[in-house]
C-alpha cells in the first residue's frame, strides 16, 4: 500500500465508513464493472439478443463485407445491376413469346384469307375427273398422293382439280359439288411440310365464306364453302 492509500484508508476509518465501502472506493474499476455486470443479468432475455445483435440486418452486411460503407455501397450496386439484369432477360424472353404468337397468328390468318380467295375466284378447273384416282395420276408434279379426308362423303360429287399454292406449299384445289343441295365446295390439299408449321388449326368465317384448317394423315387439309 502506497502512502496516498495509507491516508484515504485513515480519513475514512475516523468518519466509521465500513470497510467494504472504503475498498469499493479504493478500486472504482471493480465497482463499474460489478454494476455493470449486475445490470446486464437484470435486463430482460430480449434486451440482451438486442444488444448482441446490435446494429441489425444491415450491420450484418457491413459485418461480412468487411469495409463498412464502402462495402456496403458495392453489395447494393451489384445488388441493382443484378436485377436490372434479370429484368432484360425476362423482357427479352417475354418479346419472343408475344412476337412467335403474333408470327403465328398472322400466317393463320394469310393462310385463311388466301383459301377464301381461291374459293370465291372460282377459276376453271385443270383436270378433270370423276373419281380421286384419275385427278391423282393427272396431277404428277404434287409430291404427295392425292387423297380426300375422313368427313368428305359419298353425298359429295367430284368436279375437277388445278395447281395452286397453299400458305407458300404447293397444292391441290379440288372442286366438289353437294349432290343434295348444289352447293360448290373448295378442298385444298397439300403435305404438312416446313412452310406451314406456324399455321394453327382454325374455323372462321371471311366475307361470308367459311374456312377450315387442319391436319390429317400426314397432309394439310383447308376447306371452303358458302356459309
Known sequence: ???????????????????????SLLKPDVLEASTETTKHQAQPRWHRLRDATSGGFMGGIERRLGDGKAGLRRYLEWNALVTVAMA?????????????????????????REVAMNHTTRLEPEFRGDTLVKLDNSMQQLPFELSLPADIHDGYELIGSRYCSLGGELAAHVRLKNASSGKLM???????????KNVST????????KVELWREGGLFFAKAQRS
Open 88 to 112: 432484360a432477360a425476362l423482357f427479352i424472353v417475354a418479346s419472343q413469346w408475344i412476337s412467335s404468337g403474333n408470327a403465328e397468328f398472322e400466317h393463320t390468318q394469310r393462310t385463311v
Open 202 to 209: 382454325e374455323q372462321t368465317t371471311v366475307e361470308g365464306v
Open 1 to 23: 500500500m502506497n502512502e496516498q492509500d495509507r491516508r484515504i484508508r485513515e480519513y475514512y476509518e475516523k468518519l466509521s465508513m465500513p470497510q467494504e465501502r472504503l475498498d
Open 186 to 196: 373448295s378442298l385444298f390439299v397439300t403435305s404438312n411440310g416446313a412452310a406451314l
